[in-house]
């Protein structure tokens, strides 16, 4: 039997590059959103490799029931991919609306965690498993606006380092994939909530594609199983971090 990866918001860009792409490389793929319709697609397209499953990453006890409710020929996961996730707002800190954090840290810190909390154990238990999540270089260089979604994408590569930690000595594979500029995606569509301003982001540039992280994510979960990627930071070729600030006078 083909090896099976659970993705998280497989609905929009990179999760459904991802799915696309695992599905392409020959795993059964359980792809999860919270748009039945997408996923409806997404299965229409890929047939019976995927397995559509609505989730939303807020749901708590969706989550914990998770691995129980999967068909018992689908229960065994050997790939999580943590990719469902969303910025909310551009505000400084001091004018950003609290609901907006509230939303960011429900989904890509706390659904995250539960997720990966409910799936581990059945990898440490076959001995075989490998997470792989999406940070973002936002969790690692500050800019002005990046307050909370960068703190939830720094949080998400050190539970990923300490992950690591606890799994030594297991073959479970954990690895952060942090990129920067990438369009191609709904991703500045949810965080300005304005879609000519969307554009505007990536208006002159040449950003990274949702088929370039998922190329990454194949790369990465087909190597030999003694390859342990900790962490990867990729941007676009017009990319780079800026200096750091001073304020005189
Ligand atoms: P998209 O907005 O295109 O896709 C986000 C996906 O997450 C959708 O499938 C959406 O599905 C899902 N999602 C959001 N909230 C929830 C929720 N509550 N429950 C379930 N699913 C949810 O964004 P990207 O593909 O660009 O981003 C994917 C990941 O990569 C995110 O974690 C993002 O932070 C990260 N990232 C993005 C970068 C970029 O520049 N684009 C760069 C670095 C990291 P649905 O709405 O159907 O629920
Ligand atoms: C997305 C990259 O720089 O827009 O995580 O925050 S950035």
Redesign the pocket.
């Known amino acids: 039997m083909s090896k099976i990866a659970l993705v ?10 991802i799915a696309e792409r695992l599905v392409r490389d020959g795993y059964r793929v359980i792809a ?4 039945q319709e ?2 409806d697609a997404l299965a229409a397209q890929l047939g019976k490799a995927l397995l559509p499953l609505r ?5 708590k006890a969706a989550i914990a029931a998770l691995p129980d409710a999967l068909p018992a020929e689908w229960q065994e996961v050997d790939i999580l991919v ?6 909310l707002g551009i505000s400084k800190a001091q004018e950003s609306d609290v609901s907006d954090w509230e ?1 960011m840290i ?3 810190v706390t ?1 995250m965690v539960e997720l990966t909390r409910a799936l581990l154990p059945g990898m440490v238990a076959r001995d075989r498993g490998h997470i792989v999540s ?5 969790g690692i260089y500050p800019y002005v606006g990046g307050n909370v ?1 960068g703190a ?2 720094a949080f ?1 590569e050190q539970f990923m380092r300490n992950l690591r930690c606890d799994l030594l000595g297991r073959n479970v594979r954990v690895t952060n ?14 965080r300005l909530r304005d879609n000519a301003k969307a554009a505007a982001v990536y208006e002159g540039t040449h ?2 594609l ?1 088929d370039d ?1 998922a190329e990454t994510v194949s790369w990465i979960v087909n190597l030999p199983p003694h390859v342990n990627i900790n962490q990867i930071e990729m941007m676009p070729i017009c990319q780079a971090a800026g200096g750091l600030s001073v304020v005189k006078g």
Do not use: H, Q, W
Not at 32 to 35: A, L, M, Q
Not at 134 to 138: C, Q, Y
């Open positions: 998280t918001g497989a609905t929009a860009g990179f999760g459904k590059a999860t959103g919270r748009r997408r996923l989730l939303d990453m807020m749901d943590n990719n469902a996730g969303l910025a939303r429900a989904t890509n659904g999406l940070g973002s270089t936002a979604y939830t994408k998400v994939i942090a990129p920067g500029l990438c369009g191609g995606s709904e991703f500045s569509n949810v950003p990274l949702p992280i």
